[in-house]
């Protein structure tokens, strides 16, 4: 059995081993919370090839701002030759209205060694509000307008008004497991993108998890010779303080 299966078969086995959630909706401890997640795969033989990944994700929450980023670090070799690199880095405000609603200012900033870009980011400001807000569910849609540039490895520059659209859910499954799904869409006169992100996080002691995310991107243009779609699949431990 590969180690990707094994691990999912261990995080669906604790994510169902306890029936009663944790909440969500606690009064805010207006303090820093982090998660370092660290996964790495390497093969030897017939084909000799790492790969690495590091995520740092921070978030400060208080009675009426609330703050988060994510950084994410991904890089791959085969046989001594580096086939992947790329650097993410996100942030978020919130300023919170009432019944759950909030304003908000979003940065994405993304540097992909083999997209065809130098450098990817976008710029927006919105509007969300709440879906549903259960104990142990939150839902919130966003909708706001932005700024994308974007470099091309050519040295073109690429300037676009954006349309952003989002969706963000926390689902609290059961005391030691929780999913996340993050969706956006940003939509401009040169191109759509699209990102999904799901992650299933069992934890395994205090402050010690094991965590599966998909990753999906399309955008509905890129430069030549570089694919519309990009999917990932992380297996990751995260400790969190």
């Known amino acids: 059995m590969k180690p990707a299966v094994r691990l999912l078969s261990c995080v669906l086995g604790l994510s169902c081993s306890v029936s009663v959630a944790a909440p969500l909706l606690e009064t805010p401890e207006d303090r820093w919370v982090f998660d370092a997640e660290l996964g790495f795969v390497a093969s030897r033989g017939n084909t000799d090839t790492e790969t690495s990944v590091f995520k740092l994700n921070g978030e400060r929450d208080s009675a009426r701002w609330r703050f988060n980023f994510n950084l994410d670090t991904l890089h791959a070799a085969d ?8 650097y993410l880095l996100s942030a978020q405000l919130d300023y919170k209205l009432e019944a759950g609603r909030y304003l908000f200012g979003v940065l994405d900033y993304e540097n992909d060694r083999f997209s065809g870009y130098n450098h990817q980011s976008s710029f927006s400001v919105g509007y969300g509000w709440p879906v549903q807000q259960r104990e142990n569910l939150l839902w919130n849609l966003e909708t706001g307008l ?10 073109a520059e690429e300037n676009d008004l954006i349309f952003r ?7 609290q499954i059961s005391t030691v497991s929780r999913l996340k799904h993050a969706l956006s869409m940003e939509i401009g006169k040169d191109a759509t993108i699209t990102k999904s992100t799901a992650g299933l996080r069992s934890k395994i002691a205090d402050a010690l998890a094991m965590k599966l995310t998909l990753t999906v991107k399309h955008s509905s243009s890129v430069p030549q010779d570089s694919e519309n779609t990009d999917i990932e699949t992380a297996a990751t431990l995260v400790y969190s303080f």
């Open 79 to 86: 046989s001594d030759q580096t086939s992947a690199e790329r």
């Open 165 to 171: 659209l989002g969706s963000d859910l926390k689902w």
């Open 146 to 155: 932005g700024l994308r540039s974007n470099r091309l490895d050519n040295g």
